[in-house]
């Protein structure tokens, strides 16, 4: 894959390496947390653990969840050579788990009035993605 910068001279997009096994699991119905103990790098699996917490109402339990995924997530955007921003494309299907911990993580936050990290953490989806940021709401 070519590394470029955009034509405004932006940083290249940054594309997660695909790691297809975790997110088999998940389509498959292998339950989210058994998949993050055996994967516990997966930025999807700490995702749709923090998607189920919010559902049933665990907020506080989503948010650790989010965070947890948020900084893998960030832990594999760096060692892909990310330099703390530019885009990271929800097209790109190994960026989701990132993007989606991102997402859970701004709306754990913004319901337990943590507007600051609320705000932050949308402004940085809407960044790093603008279609991820209109995909999840």
């Known amino acids: 894959m070519a590394i470029h910068q955009d034509l405004l001279g932006g940083p290249p997009p940054t594309h997660l390496p695909d790691d297809p096994e975790p997110r ?11 998949v993050a103990a055996k994967y516990p790098t997966s930025s999807l699996a700490w995702a749709q ?10 907020v506080v339990e989503s948010y650790a969840y989010a965070r947890t995924g948020y900084h893998r997530g960030l832990d594999a955007l760096r060692r892909s050579g990310w330099k703390g921003h530019g885009p990271v494309p929800w097209e ?7 993007l989606r911990a991102l997402r859970a993580l701004a709306r ?8 600051e990290e609320h705000e932050r953490c949308s402004q940085f989806l809407k960044d790093s993605s ?3 940021a209109q995909t999840l709401g």
């Open 24 to 34: 088999e699991l998940l389509a498959g119905g292998t339950a989210p947390a058994d």
């Open 49 to 58: 653990l923090a998607d189920e917490a919010f559902e049933r109402g665990s």
């Open 92 to 98: 790109h299907e190994p960026n989701r788990g990132f």
């Open 108 to 115: 754990a936050a913004g319901s337990i009035g943590e507007q």
């Open 130 to 132: 603008p279609t991820a």
